[in-house]
């Protein structure tokens, strides 16, 4: 898991630097570093757990820091969401660059053709708010993370984000 974490924070770290808005992006980066610390803290705790074996204390600290995980993990997706919205430049020739990019647009896609739906649909109050209950709720990057099968053909045993894995080769 803490190395899924290193791949939330490549993905950030990129969507970061081709981010249109400065506030997205340093919002982004913000939440990419935090993850880092988080996923580089788990990674020693895991480890350290290993070596003394098992007990309550060590098993709920590791708990903790999965947990905080998540949550960072979450942050990166949701600030990565308002960088999608507000434009991505341009990305380069490298492959997870452009990976990145691919996956972004699908989400972007998947988000506005979810709006358009709901724009036709007429379940809207006299004021012409939407009701919420029925409504589909709008598409997010964790849903479309969450959607993607794994691929289970680019993964090793022991995989390492930093060794030729691009961001996206794995399920989160």
Known sequence: MASDGQVVVKFGNILAKHCLDRRCSME???AAEHTQSVSSQLGIV???????????????LLLSNVQNLIRAVQHVLR?????????????????EEEEVAAFCQQWRKNLTQHRAKEALNSDRDELGLRKTRGA?????????????????????????????????????
């Open 79 to 95: 600030a990565a969401e308002a960088a999608c919205v507000k434009g991505l430049g341009q990305a380069s020739a490298d492959p």
């Open 28 to 30: 982004l980066l913000r």
């Open 46 to 60: 895991a480890r350290v757990k290993a070596v003394t074996g098992e007990s309550k204390a060590s098993s709920e």
């Open 136 to 172: 589909k709720a709008e598409p997010t990057l964790m849903s479309l993370v969450q959607e993607q099968p794994p691929r289970s053909r680019n993964i090793p045993k022991h995989p390492n984000p930093r060794k030729g894995h691009t961001v996206m080769d794995r399920h989160l």
